[in-house]
């Protein structure tokens, strides 16, 4: 049994801490899509809010400028994926939240997060090492994909209002204010 660093445990837990605001974020973001009339405008006001918190940052930590060069032109496509995938996440989150629940929600992402993972490091995509997927961890993926069905299929009884959000996300308010 291996044991953890004090160091590590902190990461672990810092770790826990980013993963516990998504849904936060997920909340926040579907109210505000709700009051700004359409999910692309409250994932744009998202976006900017981290741009004008983020700015900041780079000042204070003294982050030094961005290697900007033409070899920045030949690589990949892919590397510029991240910012498409953070809108496709946020803007997804804010729409599928109050429709299918965040339990759920959260729970998709996971495994999707997890298959994907998964492939990467099995194939070696995106320039990651090959480290082929053992069958304990294809157990777990298989663990997190059962729970959602189990989630799904023996959850609620009451459907939800797939047409608006809106009586979830007056819900998500009144949860908010308390």
């Known amino acids: 049994m291996s044991t953890l660093s004090l160091s590590a445990i902190a990461l672990i837990v810092c770790a826990f801490f980013a993963g516990a605001i998504v849904p936060v974020q997920a909340v926040s973001n579907a109210v505000l899509a709700r009051h700004l009339g359409h999910p692309l405008w409250a994932s744009l006001v998202s976006l900017l809010i981290s741009i004008i918190?983020?700015?900041?940052?780079?000042?204070?930590?003294?982050?030094?400028?961005?290697?900007?060069?033409?070899?920045?032109?030949?690589?990949?496509?892919?590397?510029?994926?991240?910012?498409?995938?953070?809108?496709?996440?946020l803007t997804s989150?804010?729409?599928?939240?109050?429709?299918?629940?965040?339990?759920?929600?959260?729970?998709?992402?996971?495994?999707?997060?997890?298959?994907?993972?998964?492939?990467?490091?099995?194939?070696?995509?995106?320039?990651?090492?090959?480290?082929?997927?053992?069958?304990?961890?294809?157990?777990?993926?298989?663990?997190?994909?059962?729970?959602?069905?189990?989630?799904?299929?023996?959850?609620?009884?009451?459907p939800r209002d797939t047409d608006s959000g809106a009586g979830n996300a007056t819900q998500i308010e009144q949860t908010i204010k308390r």
């Open 53 to 89: 918190v983020l700015a900041p940052l780079l000042l204070i930590f003294k982050v030094p400028k961005p290697v900007l060069s033409a070899d920045l032109l030949h690589q990949p496509f892919w590397i510029w994926l991240g910012g498409i995938a953070g809108m496709l996440y």
């Open 93 to 158: 989150a804010l729409i599928l939240v109050p429709k299918i629940g965040g339990i759920t929600f959260f729970v998709m992402v996971i495994a999707g997060q997890l298959v994907i993972s998964a492939l990467i490091e099995h194939f070696g995509l995106f320039g990651m090492p090959k480290q082929p997927v053992q069958i304990a961890k294809l157990a777990g993926i298989g663990l997190v994909v059962a729970g959602v069905l189990v989630m799904q299929f023996a959850g609620e009884k009451k």
